[in-house]
């Protein structure tokens, strides 16, 4: 696969366009480059050794940090570190995923013998929440509902987006096609849920209310730790964090706590079968005791996805569609089981550069780049029309993600905070979409390009000696889109300008806020907190040339102000009890997307811009309890209840006032999004993890969502019940997991509208309607460590070859997938 290296500016950012490199053959000299460097690395001479207290081998990649986390550094391969980087006389802290926390003073440590061992948990329960108020706290004192994902449980199960990561933490993903993902939490989706990365809200103006795929922009190879909110975090995260807020964390460039230059590095390549996939990885740290650098660059393969062998023959792709001279051909398949056209490649890349300035700032400066290939839509690819496919082409355009950010962070305490931190970013993204019916010339292309800058303070003060905490900041987005449409005739190569997705002038969209909190104990068995924001988001739309559509109007400007909240409790009877409530309010504004957007969202259905939609808001109250019966069991329990009122929803629509517009050559229902009544969404997650002895797990978690809209119609975006149920063996340096997969069925009386009206998507039921029928998957993972410094790791999902497609996607899920992978450390 060969790429087209360039630099420039787009929008005032630098980036680097990559040109024609033959990406797998240098990512795989990169992997043998430190293979062969590997026997030559040598280790300066190191303090603290940290062992594992079972088997006393060494354990890598621990934190190690003062109290303030002003000084910070990690464990080497062989589990030793350099303490000369810290200042004498203060307690510090050995924390890792796997182990339970521990502190030592120097004078214990000395004492020690400077060897630290490290207890393994009984439950896999993080012991430290930064997602809930911004800034790290006790997980036992926060009353939202949050999963972790911590990097050892990616390395396990080897995820090849960020889509598959995210549903690794309880969270359903839908995909319209094989380079997609769209997270569905707790019956809300798309712009109703929000992605943070680094302290940065990645939600633009034109998140749509269909399925997304800007998750996938991320390189799992570089999150070092994913938490999920379940419920609105709006108090903390402003518009569209509704059903939830998914955190993301990446790798930071880590500073030598000795004398020497701190050097560290990894290579990663894994193959599986289901999609010939080839994925590559690199990453590289070299830091000083005030300077350090950190950069990485991953490349993924991934061919056309096969499908199971057993069961439901509807999903078969018996045909597809090629070009042949001047013609579109349909042909007939020879392995039906093959998706055809849905393979794509991804490259990313990260950088940062991090320096100390004095002893109380802690500098970060990151660039992220992501690119897609061409990406096909392989659920319009399946669609028929007079008893053939209907479409010649249709494909989404690269899809590019570029961030900018500087985090400053500042530790002097005074009498306004304790901590401060300010993050400022700029982010670049573009997509485009691509169709052209069968036999037609005229290829349909939308172009987008939204520019974003934002800027986050937040800061917290330490009050009382009861660990009370205060915190509060302000948060300004400006969003910049520039929309473009045309046609292309691919023979000549002609193009004429169309209608674009949205509006074709200027398009602003800004967005204020100010939040403040503050926790405190007012006994050590209770924690109570209560938080506020007020936001004011704004939008203007122009349209510049109103001849494609003739709207009645050419200007769209909404400006709305919204005041959301959220108060809770953590009750903790005895060191074995937990019992949460959490009251909680969200909202979600208007975007570019709901306001002005024109577009075909089925065969026959199109889609219109509403300029007088208004925001709707969510009411939710949570009530959780978790206990540990010894050191056998942790079973764990929430129910939730949310109200969503003037909700924002699709329905049948007057255009010039007509309810029917040709669209396209065809014949066109005019809908549009419209504040209709509400919608209620509830249900329940259920967790338990058993330890039948110290190297055996088992852990099963369930959840189950149900809704309905103020016609009594479900909603669109809860899914089925689903669940998994681990088997897990960890002994040393070799760990296995056997695992089932499940989803429950959706039947065609309990489909949504929108859903009823795809049926190519689904299974036929005894009576001719659409379906999603349940499923499962039984799966095995395996992994070994060689010496801390080369993982292997190999497995195979879907044992049975089951043939299924998850509820609401377009691309049926891969047959059986043989995973392999080699990580090596340096």
């Keep these: 696969m060969s790429i087209n290296i360039s630099a420039g500016v787009m929008n005032g950012t630098l980036f680097v366009h990559y040109g024609k490199i033959n990406i797998t053959r240098l990512m795989k000299k990169l992997l043998v480059s430190l293979l062969l460097f590997l026997p030559f690395f040598t280790i300066v001479a190191q303090t603290v050794t940290v062992i594992n207290a079972d088997d006393g081998k060494p354990v890598s990649d621990v934190a190690v940090y003062n109290e303030t986390r002003t000084e910070f550094g990690i464990t080497n391969p062989a589990g030793r570190i350099n303490l000369s980087g810290f200042r004498p006389g203060q307690t510090l802290y050995f924390q890792h995923f796997s182990y339970e926390r521990v502190s030592f003073t120097t004078e214990e440590l000395k004492a020690a013998g400077w060897i630290v061992k490290l207890v393994t948990r009984t439950f896999e329960v993080e012991e430290f929440i930064v997602s809930a108020n911004r800034w790290e706290q006790k997980s036992d004192e926060v009353p939202n509902h949050i999963i972790v994902v911590a990097q050892p449980a990616v390395r396990m199960m080897n995820p090849q987006t960020a889509a598959d990561l995210v549903s690794m933490g309880e ?35 034109i998140y749509r209310e269909g399925n997304i795929q800007n998750v996938i922009s991320l390189d799992p190879n570089m999150i070092e730790r994913t938490e999920i909110i379940f419920g609105p975090g709006a108090t903390m995260y402003g518009s569209d964090a509704l059903g939830g807020v998914m955190d993301f964390h990446t790798k930071r460039a880590l500073f030598s706590t000795g004398d020497s230059l701190f050097m560290k590095a990894e290579g990663m390549a894994r193959w599986s079968s289901a999609s010939s996939e080839q994925t590559y990885h690199v990453d590289i740290n070299a830091g000083g005791r005030r300077i350090a650098f950190l950069s990485s660059v991953t490349w993924s393969d991934f061919g056309d996805l096969v499908m199971g062998s057993r069961s ?26 093959k998706q055809v056209a849905s393979g794509y490649s991804q490259l990313n890349t990260m950088n940062k550069l991090r320096f100390k300035a004095g002893r109380n700032f802690d500098i970060d400066l990151a660039h992220h780049y ?22 010649g082409d249709w494909y989404y355009g690269p899809q590019v993600w570029m961030m900018t950010n500087a985090s400053v962070r500042y530790n002097k305490p005074s009498p ?18 691509h169709d052209r019916g069968l036999n037609k010339t005229d290829l349909n292309q939308q172009f987008e390009k939204v520019g974003i800058w934002s800027a986050n303070l937040d800061l917290d003060r330490k009050t009382g000696d009861r660990g009370n905490l205060l915190y509060y900041g ?35 969209y800004n967005s204020f806020s100010l939040y403040a909190g503050y926790k405190f104990n007012p006994v050590s068995q209770l924690t109570v907190s209560a938080g506020a924001r007020y ?8 349209i510049a040339d109103n001849s494609f559509y003739n709207f009645p109007f050419t200007t769209i400007e909404s400006a709305n102000g919204a005041l959301t909240g959220a108060a809770g409790a953590v009750y903790r009877p005895d060191g074995q009890t937990e019992i949460t409530l959490n009251l909680s309010t969200g909202f979600r504004a208007p975007n570019l997307d709901d306001l002005g957007k024109v577009f075909e ?14 925001p709707e808001y969510l009411y939710n109250i949570d009530l959780g309890a978790s206990r540990e019966f010894g050191k056998m069991l942790l079973a764990e329990a929430s129910l939730f209840y949310s109200y969503l009122d003037n909700a924002m929803v699709r329905r049948e629509f007057l255009f010039n006032d007509e309810p029917t517009i040709e669209f396209q050559g065809e014949e066109s229902q005019v809908f549009a999004m419209v504040n209709a009544g509400y919608a209620i969404v509830y249900g329940t997650q259920l ?104 993982d292997l790791t190999a497995g195979v999902e879907n044992i049975l070859d089951l043939r299924y497609r998850p509820y609401s996607s377009g691309i049926a899920a891969a047959g059986r997938n043989f995973i392999i992978s080699a990580r090596v450390r340096i």
């Excluded at 680094?198 to 939600?203: A, L, P, T």
């Excluded at 306004?416 to 979409?433: C, G, I, K, P």
């Excluded at 936001?535 to 122009?542: A, C, R």
């Design 474 to 508: 302000t948060e300004y987005v400006w969003n910049n889109i520039h929309s473009t449409a045309n046609v292309k005739n691919i023979i000549t190569g002609e193009t004429i300008p169309a209608g674009s997705r949205y509006p074709n002038g200027q398009n602003r």
């Design 370 to 391: 992501s690119r897609l290939s061409d990406v096909p839509r392989y659920d319009r690819l399946i669609q028929t029309r007079n008893n053939t496919l209907r479409y």
């Design 416 to 433: 306004l905070f304790d901590e401060a931190r300010l993050t400022v970013a700029r982010q670049d993204y573009r997509e485009s979409r």
């Design 535 to 542: 936001n004011y988001v704004s939008l203007n739309s122009e």
């Design 687 to 790: 967790k338990a993890e058993l330890r039948p002895s110290s190297f055996l797990r088992i852990k099963s978690s369930l959840t189950v969502t149900g809704g309905h809209d103020d016609e009594n119609e479900p909603l669109r975006h809860v899914p089925p019940l689903f669940g998994t149920t681990h088997l897990v063996f960890e002994r040393s340096a070799v760990r296995a997991d056997l695992y089932a997969v499940y989803n429950g069925s959706i039947t065609y009386d309990r489909m949504a509208p929108s859903e009823k009206d795809k049926p190519y998507l689904y299974a036929e039921d005894e009576n001719g309607n659409p379906w999603s029928p349940g499923w499962f998957t039984l799966n095995f993972k395996s992994s070994f460590n060689i010496s801390n410094r080369l």
């Design 171 to 205: 969270v359903f993903v839908q995909k319209s096609q094989f380079g997609g993902g769209s997270p569905m939490i707790r019956g809300f989706a798309t712009n109703r849920v929000l992605i943070n990365i680094d302290g940065v809200r990645m939600n633009n103006a």
């Design 601 to 614: 969202s089925a065969p026959g259905v199109l889609v219109v811009p509403n300029p007088d939609l208004r």
């Design 312 to 337: 439901h023959s509807e999903y078969l792709r018996n045909s597809y569609q090629v070009r042949v001279g001047d013609r579109d051909s349909v042909v007939m398949n020879d392995n039906p089981q």
